[in-house]
């Protein structure tokens, strides 16, 4: 490492030389010497800049041969004023002297070799003061820290608010850059391209984003570049940073910075996932993949799309749904689909304990309801107060009919599955009277609250068939046709027949209908009515209520955990196929609850245990989903 020294001369306030010396190399006469032969001493050098302000031009004309013969020495000359009064620019360097640099503290050693003792204390002070506080106070150094003891009329003289200002300046002008960068990356064709390229028939997650990512060297090359240039703008900013808490150490008030936070490859992957599943109703929210969810900006509305199902090994779905991608369409082997997801085990048939199926397609069930064949008719018992069969009534107030089959007490090991009905309605001539039908079911028994109301000609649901019978009176056979699409459980039909009058609209051009006690003056009859026949069409399945008991028993009493897994897994096959054949609404009715109650007598305190039972098991599966039914049996 070299070793310098400084011999410095100054006329205060105007300039000053200043001349670095190698003392290693200064005693070699054949690298150091003049032109004329004389070595190059310390005392020769002390002479030379002795005469600087006696003779300026020839003492830099010696010392520039001198430094450039040799490379012992290296001269400085500094000054206050104008520069451009030495001929000799091509010395090292011509600086200010008010310039702060660490020369400065190359210069006041210098001086402290050169000056008088009695002088180098207070003349270092002032120099100090006069180059580190600018005069605006007092050059003070304590425990390893300098600072300026500012005068009365320069309070903030450790405070250089422009410098400062300029920094914060610069600092925005980089968090703008930073964002414009970013920007440009996610705007870029290559990003663009690659977000649609990805699959959407399925989940994907950030391994399989980086996977695609690896395959596509155009977003790759395009993200190298973003990176390259962020950490260049994230390192100038830290620089200017460091530079701006150091020089506003001792101010009044610190300054406030918003850091720039590095963005990592992790975050382009989420906020690909982001696009993807959470940037509905123009706001994109974040992705959660722990949740499949997503967290977005504003409550309402949702920013949440689609999530398709996850397409994996085990329990994942094999295939998502075309129809809901959200939902499984096929599992991997050894899973079952249930309710849009795939469950562990798949469970013993549940044949032997409640049938089901029927082998009639619609096609077939269509025509045996046309022709009315006994191998699809199911005998009722046809009760009512208000009318008799074959007989003709007056249809002005409501008549209520039912046709029941009485299971529990004739046919226990029985359930009945309902596919149509037909009834045989005759008016008299010339009337104006128009029938109404409204059709309630009870699916197992019980009381007439626990049925519900056949959604006829509503939500794709059927309607009636009106055909008229070639006979002297006016009859139609009136034929209600569910088929296998809508058929259901039933064990008692309630008909509640009403009477419509049509009359001319009070235009002319149209239909009105009145309620026959509006319309109806005293002592006027307008036609009678008769139900010739009342006819359900169904068929009867298998049901052994004391095979379900011993399953339920084994909820308690299990045989081993495995059995009771099992007996859970049948039951919630069977609670799923029973409730599966509700009528249209937005959420199934509770079929099974009323088959527990009323087929097997259990009381509704057992019924709402086992329900908890089955809602526990199900909650354990992976991929659960929330099971929620309308009540209909208390």
């Known amino acids: 490492m070299l070793i310098y ?63 450039i013969a040799s490379t012992a020495i290296k001269v400085t000359e500094t000054r206050t004023g104008p520069l451009g009064c030495s001929n000799y620019d091509n010395l090292d360097s011509v600086s200010s002297v008010l310039v702060q640099s660490p020369e400065n503290k190359i210069h006041l050693q210098g001086l402290q070799a050169v000056l008088p003792e009695y002088l180098r204390a207070r003349f270092v002070q002032a120099a100090l003061s006069y180059i580190g506080c600018n ?24 405070c250089p608010e422009v410098n400062l200002r300029a920094m914060e300046t610069s600092l925005l002008q980089i968090r703008d850059s930073w964002n414009l960068a970013n920007q440009d990356f996610e705007e870029s064709d290559e990003f663009q391209s690659f977000v649609r390229k990805l699959p959407t028939f399925y989940a994907l997650n950030t391994s399989a984003i980086q996977y695609f990512w690896t395959t596509e060297p155009g977003v790759h090359q395009r993200y190298k570049q973003l990176e390259l240039n962020t950490q260049q703008l994230l390192s100038k900013a830290r620089r200017i940073i460091n530079k701006l808490f150091t020089l506003s150490k001792r101010c009044r008030t610190q300054p406030k910075i918003i850091m720039l936070r590095e963005r990592p490859f992790s975050y382009w992957l989420n906020y690909i996932l982001s696009i993807m599943y959470c940037s509905e109703n123009n706001q994109i929210g974040s992705y959660l993949e722990e949740t499949r969810s997503c967290s977005c900006p504003y409550e ?21 749904s075309y129809e809901n991608r959200s939902r499984c369409a096929t599992c991997n082997q050894g899973y079952m689909l249930s309710q849009g997801a795939c469950r562990n085990e798949v469970p013993d048939s549940t044949d032997h304990y409640i049938g089901f199926e029927t082998d009639l397609q619609d096609l077939e069930l269509r025509y045996l309801l ?26 002005s107030w409501r008549k209520r009919m039912l046709l029941t089959l009485k299971s529990n007490k004739y046919k226990s090991n029985h359930v009945h599955m309902l596919l149509g009905m037909s009834l045989q309605i005759c008016l008299t001539k010339n009337t104006t009277l128009d029938p109404m039908l409204s059709v309630y079911i009870n699916p197992f028994g019980g009381s007439h609250s626990e049925s519900w109301i056949m959604p006829i000609d509503q939500n794709n649901y059927p309607d009636w068939e009106r055909t008229k019978l070639d006979i002297p009176y006016d009859c139609y056979n009136w034929t209600l046709t569910l088929g296998n699409k809508w058929k259901t459980f039933f064990e008692t ?25 509006e319309y109806l003056e005293p002592g006027r009859n307008l036609g009678y009515m008769k139900i010739n026949s009342i006819q359900v069409y169904g068929y009867s399945m298998h049901f052994d209520p004391d095979a379900i008991q011993d399953l339920i028993l084994q909820l308690d009493y299990p045989y081993t955990q495995g059995s009771q897994d099992s007996a859970l897994l049948q039951l919630l096959e069977i609670r799923d196929r029973v409730n599966r054949l509700s009528p249209p609404g937005a959420q199934p009715l509770d079929l099974f609850s009323c088959l527990l109650r009323h087929r097997l007598k259990l009381s509704t305190t057992d019924v709402a245990r086992i329900q908890a039972a089955l809602q526990t098991f199900t909650a354990k599966q992976p991929n659960s989903m929330e099971y929620e039914t309308t009540k209909l049996c208390s």
Not at 135 to 156: H, I, K, L, S, T
Not at 499 to 511: A, E, L, Q, V
Request: net charge negative.
């Open 5 to 67: 020294v400084c011999v410095l001369l100054v006329f205060i306030g105007e300039e000053s030389l200043m001349i670095f010396v190698d003392k290693r190399k200064l005693s070699r006469t054949t690298e150091g010497s003049e032109s004329n032969g004389t070595a190059v001493t310390l005392e020769a050098l002390h002479q030379l800049a002795a005469s600087y302000f006696i003779d300026r031009e020839s003492t830099l004309h010696k010392l520039h041969h001198i430094q």
């Open 370 to 395: 046309q022709k009315r064949d006994n191998r699809i008719s199911i005998h009722g018992i046809f009760v009512s107060n208000d009318v008799r069969l074959n007989n003709w009534f007056d249809p």
């Open 493 to 517: 039909v309630h008909f509640y027949l009403r009477s419509r009058i049509k009359g001319p609209s009070t235009t002319g051009n149209g239909t009105v209908y009145y309620e026959p006690l």
């Open 300 to 320: 309402h509305p949702p920013c949440q799309g689609v999530i398709p199902c996850s397409v994996g090994e085990g329990t994942s779905c094999a295939s998502c």
């Open 135 to 158: 005069e605006e106070g007092q050059f003070v150094c304590r425990d390893n820290d300098c600072w300026c003891q500012c005068a009365v009329d320069y309070p903030q003289c450790n």
